[in-house]
C-alpha cells in the first residue's frame, strides 16, 4: 500500500533532503511540497488524500504549530509528524498541545523516519529519543515549564533594567535619578512598570525575581 506524505518546509533544500530519504522506500509517495502553513492549507482544499504530513516549525506567514492545529480541525484523519531541528520545550509542548502524532529532529537517519512514519500510521507517537526525554520531563514537572514560560515572558526595556541594577545595589529613588540624569518621578514610573512586568509587589520580590531569571 502506497502511502501519500506531504512535506511542509520553507527551506527548498532541507525539503529535497527529505524527499531524498523517503526515496529510499518505494512505498512512499510525495503528493506535494508546501513553502508554509497557509500554503498547506490551500493544497489540501484542492486535494485532501494525504495519508501524513511531514511538518516543520518555523516557517512565514504561518507556522508548523498553527497549520497543524488548523489540519487537525478540519482533517483529523491526516496525521502529522513535526520534523524540525528545533527541541525547545515550548515548541514541543505546543505542537504535541496542537495535535502533531509525533517529533522527529531532521538529523534523524532515513530509516528512523521510515519507522517513525510507519509508527505514526499504526496509531503510535514517534519521536525522536531525546524529544521522549523531554516530553517526559514536562510531563512529570508541568508547572517547571510554566514557570520557565513565565520567566521567558519577561521583557524589560535597557532602561528598566539599568533602574532595577540600581535598585538591588539599595539605592534609593533620589540616588538612582541622579545616576541615569532623570528626575525621581520618573524613576517611580519606572519600578512601577517594572512590578508590572515582574508580577511583583516590592522591591524586594523584584529584585529576586530578576535575579532568579537572570535578568540583572
Request: proline letters at 3%; glycine letters at 4%; one cysteine or more.
Amino acid at each position: 500500500m502506497i502511502t501519500k506524505i506531504a512535506i511542509t518546509e520553507d527551506n527548498f533544500f532541507l525539503a529535497k533532503a527529505v524527499q531524498e530519504k523517503l526515496s529510499l522506500y518505494e512505498d512512499f509517495k510525495i503528493k506535494f511540497f508546501a513553502d508554509n502553513g497557509k500554503d498547506l492549507i490551500k493544497k489540501l482544499e484542492k486535494d485532501a488524500n494525504v495519508d501524513l504530513i511531514l511538518m516543520d516549525i518555523e516557517m512565514p506567514v504561518m507556522n508548523g504549530i498553527l497549520a497543524t492545529e488548523f489540519v487537525k480541525h478540519r482533517y483529523p484523519q491526516i496525521k502529522i509528524l513535526i520534523l524540525t531541528v528545533f527541541d525547545n520545550d515550548e515548541n514541543i509542548f505546543n505542537a504535541i498541545k496542537a495535535g502533531a502524532d509525533g517529533y522527529l529532529l531532521k538529523e534523524t537517519s532515513p530509516q528512523e523516519l521510515q519507522k517513525s512514519i510507519m509508527e505514526v500510521l499504526e496509531g503510535g507517537a514517534a519521536m525522536s529519543p531525546s524529544i521522549a526525554f523531554k516530553t517526559l520531563k514536562l510531563l512529570r514537572n508541568p508547572q517547571e515549564f510554566e514557570n520557565k514560560k513565565c520567566e521567558e515572558d519577561i521583557k524589560l526595556s535597557p532602561r528598566e533594567i539599568e533602574v532595577l541594577e540600581q535598585l538591588s545595589r539599595g539605592l534609593n529613588y533620589n540616588i538612582i535619578a541622579q545616576n541615569l540624569f532623570l528626575s525621581p518621578s520618573t524613576i517611580r514610573k519606572h519600578i512601577e512598570n517594572i512590578y508590572k512586568k515582574l508580577q511583583v509587589h516590592n522591591k524586594l520580590e523584584a529584585i529576586e525575581k530578576a535575579k532568579s531569571s537572570r535578568i540583572i
